[in-house]
Every structure is written in structure tokens, then in C-alpha cells.
């Protein structure tokens, strides 16, 4: 069984930081891709950031220079790191684990933390 546990949201003021954590547990953490997605209050989920088997990292143009994924696979756990939040990061954020062995993708996503940013 599959599990993604996202930890590490809840409210802080514009400025401010987090570190967002996500525990896998069900998959072969070190070969899956990692990512963050988040999805603000009547918008589609979004991409924030991902991070692939060789740590080769990517990320949204608004989060760049700000935010930085990173993991863990000792710990089978992925991170980001929230600086100079916005109340444009206010958002639910979801952690994802994706892995592709054609025909078949491997997708998995976490129940998601909320991050709010206060003004």
C-alpha cells in the first residue's frame, strides 16, 4: 500500500518561511520522481516544483529563486523549502510520486497541507 504524508503547513506571514515534508512509504522511494503540486482556492492544481531520481530539480517560474525541493532517500522523503512567502503561495499543497515504465505510469499523490500566507 502506497502512502504519501505531507506535513510541515499552516500559517505564516508574508516574509516568512516553511518546510514542508512528505514521507513515502508502499514504493521504491529512490527511483521515483518527486514533485509539488499545489492548488489555491477555485484554480487547477499547479506545479510548484519536482525533483527526479538524480536530483535533477525543476520549478515553476513563480517559485524560482524562492522555493527548493529536495529528498532524502535514506528517510524516503522529499522536501521543499518555503522562502519569502507570498499571500499568492496561499494554497493547498500536495505531494506527488511518479514513475514511468511504458505502458504503464506509476502516480500516486498525498492528501495535501494547507499554506496560508497572511498579510
Known amino acids: 500500500q502506497v502512502q504519501l504524508v505531507e506535513s510541515g503547513g499552516g500559517l505564516v506571514q508574508v516574509g516568512g518561511s516553511l518546510r514542508l515534508s512528505c514521507a513515502a512509504s508502499g514504493i521504491t522511494f529512490s527511483i521515483y520522481s518527486m514533485g509539488w503540486y499545489r492548488q489555491a482556492p477555485g484554480k487547477q492544481r499547479e506545479l510548484v516544483a519536482t525533483?527526479?531520481?538524480?536530483?535533477?530539480?525543476n520549478y515553476a517560474n513563480s517559485v524560482k529563486g524562492r522555493f527548493t525541493i529536495s529528498r532524502d532517500n535514506a528517510k524516503n522523503t522529499v522536501y521543499l523549502q518555503m522562502d519569502g512567502l507570498q499571500p499568492e503561495d496561499t494554497a493547498v499543497y500536495y505531494c506527488?510520486?511518479?514513475?514511468?515504465?511504458?505502458?504503464?505510469?506509476?502516480?500516486?499523490w498525498g492528501q495535501g497541507t494547507q499554506v496560508t500566507v497572511s498579510s
Open positions: 506527488n510520486a511518479r514513475y514511468s515504465t511504458i505502458p504503464t505510469i506509476h502516480d500516486y
Open positions: 525533483i527526479n531520481f538524480a536530483s535533477t530539480t
